[in-house]
C-alpha cells in the first residue's frame, strides 16, 4: 500500500540555521513527489515536485529536497531559516494507476522558527 | 490568474442538516480533486474528477457524501445529514495534464458541526 511517513512531528530551529525535514515514502512504481506548505489558515501552497531528471529538485523559497531511492526518500532542505518560514509542511506522494489519481500525504511536521 | 476558489470559507450547521461546498477550478484545468484535512486524520482523499466523470471515488467515507461536476468546471460537495466528525476543512484542488498532474489547491472551506 502506498504510504507516506514524516517522522518529525514538530521541530524548532532558530533562525538563519539550516534546516532539514524527512519524508520516507512507499509506493510500488516510480513515484511522484511534492512538498507543500501550509501557513496558519492559509491554504496549501507547491514548494517543489520531482517527476523523473535529475534528484536533486530547486523549489520556492529557496527551498530544495534530494530523492533518494534506495532510501525511499525525499527530503526538504534550506540552507538559512527564515521566521516566515514557521509553517506545517506536507509531503506527498502522486498515485497515479489505472483511474486512480490522487496525493497520499505524511502528517505533517511543524516548524517553528525562533529569533 | 486566478487560482482555485472555494466558498463558503467557513460553514456552521446543526447535526443532521445538509451541506453543500463549492469549488471553482483553475479555468482550464480538467482534473479536480476533493480532500478532507481534519486533526486526528491528517490529510484524506476524497474524490477525483477528470472532465464531468469521476473515476475515482474511493476516498468518500460514507453514501451521505456526494459531489458533483458540472461543465468541466465548478464542483459541488454535498454532505447529507452531517455528523460531528464530519467537521473538517474540506479542500479543492485542480491540475491539468499539460502541467504533470500537480496539483493546485485552493483556501478550504472550515466545516463546523454542531
Known amino acids: 500500500a502506498q504510504s507516506v511517513t514524516q517522522p518529525d512531528i514538530h521541530i524548532t530551529v532558530s533562525e538563519g540555521a539550516s534546516l532539514e525535514l524527512r519524508c520516507n515514502y512507499s509506493y510500488g512504481a516510480t513515484p511522484y513527489l511534492f512538498w507543500y506548505v501550509q501557513s496558519p489558515g492559509q491554504g496549501l501552497q507547491l514548494l517543489l515536485k520531482y517527476f523523473s531528471g535529475d534528484t536533486l529538485v530547486q523549489g520556492i523559497k529557496g527551498f530544495e529536497a534530494e530523492f533518494k531511492r534506495s532510501q525511499s526518500s525525499f527530503n526538504l532542505r534550506k540552507p538559512s531559516v527564515h521566521w516566515s518560514d514557521a509553517a506545517e509542511y506536507f509531503c506527498a506522494v502522486g498515485v497515479r494507476a489505472g483511474n486512480n489519481r490522487k496525493l497520499i500525504w505524511g502528517l505533517g511536521t511543524s516548524l517553528a522558527v525562533n529569533p | 490568474g486566478a487560482g482555485v476558489s472555494q466558498s463558503p470559507s467557513n460553514k456552521v450547521t446543526e447535526k443532521g442538516k445538509d451541506v453543500e461546498l463549492r469549488c471553482d477550478p483553475i479555468s482550464g484545468h480538467t482534473a479536480l480533486y476533493w480532500y478532507r484535512q481534519s486533526l486526528g486524520q491528517g490529510l484524506e482523499f476524497l474524490i477525483y474528477?477528470?472532465?464531468?466523470?469521476?473515476?475515482?471515488k474511493s476516498g468518500l467515507p460514507s453514501d451521505r457524501f456526494s459531489a458533483e461536476r458540472t461543465g468541466g468546471s465548478v464542483s459541488t460537495l454535498t454532505i447529507q445529514r452531517t455528523q460531528q466528525e464530519d467537521s473538517a476543512v474540506y479542500l479543492c484542488?485542480?491540475?491539468?495534464?499539460?502541467?504533470?498532474?500537480?496539483?493546485?489547491f485552493g483556501p478550504g472551506t472550515r466545516l463546523l458541526v454542531l
Open positions: 474528477f477528470q472532465g464531468n466523470s469521476a473515476p475515482d
Open positions: 484542488a485542480s491540475s491539468a495534464r499539460a502541467q504533470g498532474e500537480t496539483q493546485y
